[in-house]
């Protein structure tokens, strides 16, 4: 089973500010990741897949970067509803596994 | 528009069996996977498995094996998880989840609102 892993574990910052987020995994799965949002009480929400495509509707300040083990989500600005937990999944092997989260919390 | 909509809240004990299931809406429902993936108290998401449109691919992951059945029903486009044996670890938010029908592309861009199952004595 491939190890997801995301760091840290908790963000704490000021809005418009510019937040980078981790995501490593144990073996190389190309660029088979996807990210999410979740915020409180509800489902999660897709952001980005095949590690840097915006899914319908996403703002443009989300992107996604990287390939085979370790990839990253930037938000270039915070806003006021971008404070929520962000999780990984890789899709290349199974099982599907999601990384553990980061919370983005306000400074 | 898309919709995936769960059944509502259960209450179960120990060692009970649990069925959840997940209607599909506004979209054709033989172009998508469904996957369930669940969601324990402060903790963050587990993939447990996924029905192909037709039912003819079913997948579970190894820690469920054995205790999870995923159906569906193609006449009412819904899709039945269930659980069995149930322990208080198995307290969680389930949600189904779609994927599209192509290799190599299990992400999900469509969620169920939830369905909250709480295991206690």
């Known amino acids: 089973e491939i190890v997801t892993t995301q760091s840290p574990a908790t963000l704490s910052v000021s809005p418009g500010e510019r937040v980078t987020l981790s995501c490593g995994v144990s073996?190389?799965?190309?660029?088979?990741l996807a990210w999410y949002q979740q915020r409180a009480d509800q489902p999660p929400r897709l952001l980005i897949y095949?590690?840097?495509i915006r899914a319908t509707g996403i703002p443009a300040r989300f992107s996604g970067s990287g390939s085979g083990t370790e990839f990253t989500l930037t938000i270039s600005s915070l806003l006021s509803e971008d404070f929520a937990v962000y999780y990984c999944q890789q899709y290349d092997h199974w099982p599907l596994t999601f990384g553990g989260g980061t919370k983005v919390e306000i400074k | 528009q898309v919709q995936l909509v769960q059944s509502g809240a259960e209450v179960k004990k120990p060692g009970a069996s649990l069925k959840v299931s997940c209607k599909a809406s506004g979209y054709s429902f033989k172009s998508y996977y469904i996957h369930w993936v669940r969601q324990a108290p402060g903790q963050g998401l587990e993939w447990m498995g996924l029905i192909s449109p037709g039912g003819d691919t079913i997948t579970y992951a190894q820690r469920f094996q054995g205790r999870v059945t995923v159906t569906g029903d193609t006449s009412t486009n819904t899709v039945y998880m269930e659980l069995s044996s149930l322990r208080s670890e198995d307290t969680a938010m389930y949600y189904c989840?779609?994927?599209?029908?192509?290799?190599?592309?299990?992400?999900?861009?469509?969620w169920g609102q939830g369905t909250l199952v709480t295991v206690s004595p």
């Open positions: 073996q190389s799965v190309g660029t088979n």
């Open positions: 095949g590690a840097s």
């Open positions: 989840a779609r994927s599209v029908f192509t290799p190599h592309s299990h992400w999900f861009d469509s």
